[in-house]
């Protein structure tokens, strides 16, 4: 699963010229690649973890994920609201779809647990 998402998100950052939204436009921090980021969200998204773990995640599968660099909990916490991350437009139409898709996530996320945790008991 994991190669699908960098192979997926790798062809939508090309499709799409990601790398001229990496040009810095004037003073302050410089900007992540979005297509990194992307991949730390769908790989959090993935296992259901919080944006800690998910930093670690990304520290443990950099070189699978073919991830530039390596950024902290923050970051990826930031990258919900960006546009170019997230993929809305100006207007934020899909943004109403991300959160919704959010919190059916949250409810998946949460049925898995517990059905993890059921098992862990009968052990």
């Known amino acids: 699963m994991l190669l699908l998402i960098r192979d997926v998100v790798e062809e939508a950052s090309r499709r799409l010229g990601m790398d001229k939204a990496l040009k810095n436009a004037g003073p302050g921090r410089p900007r992540s690649n979005p297509a990194d980021l992307a991949k730390a969200i769908l790989i959090q998204q993935y296992f259901c973890v919080s944006n800690r773990v998910a930093e670690g995640l990304t520290l443990l599968f950099r070189e699978k994920m073919k991830l530039k660099k390596v950024f ?23 943004q109403a779809d991300a959160r919704a898709g959010e919190a059916e996530g949250a409810r998946v996320c949460s049925r898995r647990n517990r059905l993890i945790n059921l098992d862990e008991a009968e052990l």
């Open 72 to 94: 902290s909990y923050k970051t990826i916490e930031r990258a919900y609201e960006d546009p170019l991350v997230t993929l809305t437009d100006a207007q934020g139409d899909l």
